[in-house]
């Protein structure tokens, strides 16, 4: 497992941006996929973005699609979310998630690292 600790969450007003990083620790790092996850209140936990080890591969969810962009830095050990064009829909806790390759990116039982989440709050 890698530890996971995500930072770049806020308020911002519908239409803006904001830039989630979230920060591993230990070697393997590289051996991970990477997926975000977010829950909103009442709501369950549901898959936004995943990442492949070197990068070369994204998967978005169909809601976020075309607004949010994954991208990792393996020589820094951090996995980013860009999220542009926010709206109220938006808003709710965001995870970082690592798992081993090979199972679906989409469900959240198949990472076994978990950050302790961000809050995001899209103002409309």
């Known amino acids: 497992q890698v530890q996971l600790v995500e930072s770049g969450g806020g308020l911002v007003q519908a239409g803006g941006s904001l830039r989630l990083s979230c920060a591993a620790s230990?070697?393997?790092?590289?051996?991970?996929?990477m997926g975000w996850f977010r829950q909103a209140p009442g709501k369950e936990r549901e898959f936004v973005a995943g990442?492949?080890?070197?990068?070369?591969?994204?998967y978005y969810a169909d809601s976020v699609k075309g607004r949010f962009t994954i991208s990792r830095d393996n020589a820094q050990n951090t996995v980013y979310l860009q999220m542009n064009s926010l709206k109220s829909e938006d808003t709710a806790v965001y995870y970082c998630a690592g798992k081993v390759p090979g199972s679906s990116y989409y469900y959240s039982s198949n990472y076994n690292s978990w950050g302790q989440g961000t809050q995001v709050t899209v103002s409309s």
């Open positions: 990442i492949s080890t070197s990068g070369a591969n994204t």
């Open positions: 230990g070697r393997t790092f590289s051996g991970y996929s």
